[in-house]
């Protein structure tokens, strides 16, 4: 399984992990939630924006879901023993409602991790400075109607070559994003569907956008990087790379 899991995160950029959270602790990520928003989850007329936007969550099922064992397996596999930080809390729930109005935030992009002085859109850099993984935590039912992530399969190879000539400075993912969907135009699509407790293991380029809703229940979702706890190296003496920087350096022609 684990040659299984790094063999499909090497080609795609992603892996799945069915039940990673498990119902009951989902549920009450879920619960808590819709608290946030406002909204009556029995009644859609209460259901007035396309996006309701959420930040940090660090109450205790929060913590749980980002703490399974299964996900601290597949952490130590995909970025390397002690080479991460552990989440005690899941932030950024863009929460997603059947809604005629479209939000317009569909492009494609990879996610900035941090924000250099003066800038005003997130950056990031060849050695994905300040994000060892992005994570999709489902916590609703997300079927093909239900607005999943749209993901281009294997599109986190064609990004090394763009980010290389801007060092260790990097770029903004606004300056980016139209070489991003360029280059990766020609990979498959993938949907990122699944049920509550699912969640995906995403390689920090992955090329990947969010689409309008058109079914009939909302889309609960947390998207929250793993923070390294060392700089991800591309010239190891050891050769010790984990798949993460394996992939880099494959997307590179190394």
Known sequence: MDNDMVER????????????????????????????????PQDPASWKEPVVRIGGMAQGPFAAAANSPVLHEAFDLLVGE????????LGTFPLRFPHPEDPGDAGWHIEGSYLPEGATWYHTN??????????????????????????????HLDVPPLLEPYGEAGVSGLDIAPALVEASAHRPLALATGRP?????????????????????????????????????????????????TAIRRGLGR
């Open 82 to 89: 002690r080479r991460w930080v552990p989440r005690y809390s």
């Open 9 to 40: 995160f090497l080609a795609d950029g992603f892996v799945k992990i069915e039940g990673a959270v498990p119902l009951r602790v989902a549920e009450d990520c879920a619960r808590l939630l819709w608290r946030e928003t406002g909204y009556d």
């Open 126 to 155: 060849l050695r994905s400075r300040d994000r060892a993984l992005l994570m999709l935590f489902l916590f609703s039912e997300v079927t093909r109607e239900d607005a999943p992530t749209r993901i281009r399969v294997g599109s």
């Open 197 to 245: 407790g699912d969640v995906y293991l995403c390689h920090p380029f992955l090329v990947h956008s969010a689409q309008p809703h058109h079914g009939t229940r909302p889309r609960f979702m947390a998207q929250p990087p793993l923070d390294p706890a060392v700089p991800y190296e591309l010239e190891r003496p050891d050769g010790a790379y984990s798949p993460v920087e």
